[in-house]
């Protein structure tokens, strides 16, 4: 009895005149793109090939097969031609589209998940797409709460808030979200990761953690109470800790993922641990969603200079994650 073709994901590469296109061309070299659709304009993705010299032939989005060195393209159009590091807001809208598209497929049960390139921001709102990342993107297309996690292969660090203004962050650090954030985390770590138990260092919000309240109260009213009541269901859970200190070596061994309260007070240290070896994970998704730890790079555009080990890592993950729902899925329906 033959097996189960594997998951199909979208591949949406993000910013035409950034790296997003040729990391893709690169993508499509690798046995990964066997499980590949692109989201895209196809004409950008064949410049990105000519532009880095790598051969790449775009199939059907239907096609039943594709091999290193073909993809399936889903085309769509760009408003106007692009031009490698140079952006345009007229095709803004191509980029927006193209990752509403993938929500509405990933949503739809017809593509078991989406892996993504970088996107640029500002050229976004300069257009007057009101944007502040995929991530808060998709969970409002999916009407769900989202927690934003990025991994290494040594080091995992999930986030209680996104992106916000620093001055906006202990206004959303509220009891019911930081509960749902653990929560989401906690079971994702179980099931996607398939580890046999979560233990999650938290950090706290202030500096030293507060310092039993002297330095700020949101450990003392928000952060222990909501770990209390978790651990009281049998969850592993430290803190919350110190950010200064939490991330030493030692400590970090200990656990399987640290969760930030802010962007900025996690994110640093894993890019500076494993940049370009790294991925950006969207959990509490009805679908697998797995993207690039990095920007659009407009410098390198086109030059054949960008590391493709991001994007290939997502889509790895990516396939891992598809195929262990569809294993569960299957396992329930037997």
């Not at 046995?31 to 051969?55: Q, Y």
Request: a neutral charge; proline letters at 7%.
């Amino acid at each position: 009895m033959s097996s189960a073709p594997p998951p199909l994901l979208g591949l949406i590469p993000g910013e035409p005149a950034g790296i997003g296109p040729e990391l893709a061309v690169r993508l499509a070299q690798t046995p990964h793109t066997e499980t590949l659709v692109g989201l895209c304009d196809g004409e950008v993705l064949r410049e990105a090939a000519h532009a880095i010299g790598l051969p790449l032939s775009l199939l059907p989005a239907d096609a039943a097969r594709a091999d290193p060195g073909q993809l399936r393209v889903r085309h769509l159009p760009r408003a106007v031609p692009s031009r490698f590091g140079q952006l345009d807001p007229r095709n803004a809208g191509h980029v927006h589209a193209c990752l509403l598209e993938g929500a509405r497929l990933a949503g739809s049960g017809a593509l078991a998940g989406l892996v993504t390139g970088p996107v640029h921001k500002g050229v976004l709102n300069q257009a007057g797409i009101a944007y502040t990342g995929t991530t808060e993107l998709l969970a409002q297309q999916a009407r769900c709460e989202v927690v934003m996690l990025l991994a290494s292969p040594r080091l995992r660090v999930a986030l209680a808030t996104t992106h916000l203004p620093l001055r906006a962050v202990p206004d959303a650090l509220t009891y019911a979200g930081l509960t749902h954030s653990i929560e989401i985390l906690h079971a994702a770590l179980l099931a996607d990761f398939a580890l046999p138990q979560a233990r999650i260092a938290v950090l706290g919000l202030n500096p030293h953690a507060g310092e039993d309240g002297w330095l700020g109260r949101e450990e003392i009213e928000v952060i222990t109470p909501v770990l209390d009541a978790l651990r009281a269901r049998g969850m592993h859970l430290d803190g919350p800790l110190p950010a200064d200190t939490a991330f030493l070596p030692q400590k970090l061994a200990g656990y399987d993922a640290v969760l930030a309260m802010y962007h900025d007070q996690g994110l640093p240290v894993l890019k500076h641990a494993g940049f370009e070896q790294a991925v950006n994970i969207t959990l509490g998704l009805p679908y697998v969603r797995v993207a690039v730890d990095h920007g659009t790079a407009l410098e390198l555009a086109g030059k054949g200079l960008a590391d493709a080990s991001s994007l290939i890592l997502a889509a790895r993950m990516a396939q891992q994650f598809a195929a262990r729902r569809a294993a569960l899925a299957a396992r329930l329906l037997a």
